[in-house]
């Protein structure tokens, strides 16, 4: 069974997934994310059946897993192995082959990628898979948005987070309609921190998995504490879940950010359930140029704020990623018009 979870960053993806790889059968590592990283630049691979074409793919895609600040602990990738076990010569099917490796590895039947910006690949992935599997996390966008002004990865201004946090849901919630319950899962951060067990029985229905206490006690884990020691983003991981960890804006965020907040997603709060305080039903988005010119310094600055008190360990961690797509970026604006050419 091949699950994906899908929504929004800073909404308890990594709690879930720790939670999730306490079932014996189920394997759910960190993500190197890669769809998200390598889908934009396959026009520079070429035509991947050519067999040298194909084999840099797989190479890419293995040093992007080995380059996770988060490792596969005990997975080895052979190359040749992860050819031979492709179906497709497409990065869906690199992608299949290297998280059946890992599960293999692990001794699981079934794996999840937490890369959550898999929803944007929804076709592929529905094309490619026989009968995925989805579970759809969901957390209050203004809870969202104040973790988000902590994170190094990320938008900070209010007014940017809600425009993509209101998109991703939207993506989901029309996916739900077109797959219905069998194969796709909601489930809140709230509901989930409030009452685990319930939450986790529910999901463990849902994927035809038994229930095991130790779900509840993910953070005494080995791979909670690998997850927490490579970046203060997953530091709470090592800790019981924090039951009053919601409606953080009330206390972090300013009455003008939850205006701005709620008058670009306020429709899709609603949606979710969550109430509003200051932007009625309806009101609609009216900002100037000057707003969001305003809004758009105001997010780098507090971008540059958050990179210059980050961890210099973690900083580096996660530059061998982004250096490894930039050298693949490089890599096809060098080639020749002819090999950049989508298969």
């Known amino acids: 069974m091949n699950i994906f979870m899908i929504g929004t960053q800073r909404s308890g993806s990594n709690l879930l997934r720790l939670m999730l790889n306490e079932l014996p059968r189920i394997a759910a590592p960190h993500p190197p994310h890669i769809l998200q990283r390598l889908m934009p630049l396959m026009p ?6 050519k067999r040298e074409n194909f084999k840099q793919l797989i190479e890419d895609v293995c040093r992007l897993i080995e380059f996770n600040p988060v490792p596969w602990e005990g997975v080895t990738l052979s190359r040749r192995d992860i050819l031979r076990c492709c179906r497709r010569r497409t990065l869906m099917g690199v992608y299949e082959a290297v998280y059946d490796a890992m599960a293999q590895a692990w001794e699981a039947r079934s794996w999840c990628c937490k890369s959550l910006a898999n929803i944007a690949y929804l076709p592929q992935i529905e094309s490619h898979f026989r009968s995925p599997r989805y579970i759809y996390l969901y957390r209050d966008g203004r809870d969202v948005a104040v ?56 999901l463990c229905k849902f994927l035809g998995a038994r229930f095991n206490s130790a779900m509840l006690e993910f953070y005494k884990s080995d791979e909670a504490r690998r997850a927490a020691e490579s970046s203060e983003l997953w530091g709470n991981v090592v800790k019981p879940i924090m039951t009053d960890n919601t409606r953080k804006f009330l206390r972090d965020a ?39 010119h305003r809004f758009d310094e105001e997010n ?44």
């Open 44 to 49: 520079n691979y070429g035509d991947l059946e």
């Open 147 to 202: 973790s988000f002004r902590k994170a190094v990865v990320g938008e900070k201004h209010f007014y940017h987070i809600a425009r993509e946090w209101a998109a991703t849901q939207q993506l989901a919630l029309g996916m739900r309609e077109r797959i219905g319950p069998s194969r796709f899962f909601s489930i809140s951060y709230e509901s989930l921190t409030s009452e685990p067990e319930l939450s986790m029985r529910l």
């Open 254 to 292: 300013s009455e003008e950010d939850i205006r701005i907040f709620e008058s670009v997603a306020g429709d899709v709060l609603g949606a979710l359930g969550y109430d509003r305080l200051y932007a009625s039903r309806g009101a609609g988005t009216s900002f100037t140029e000057a707003d969001i």
């Open 300 to 343: 780098l600055r507090l971008k540059e704020e958050v990179l210059d008190r980050t961890d210099a360990a973690d900083l580096k961690r996660r530059d061998r990623q982004a250096a490894l797509v930039q050298e693949i970026r490089e890599r096809g604006q060098m080639a020749p018009p002819c090999m950049r050419a989508i298969a």
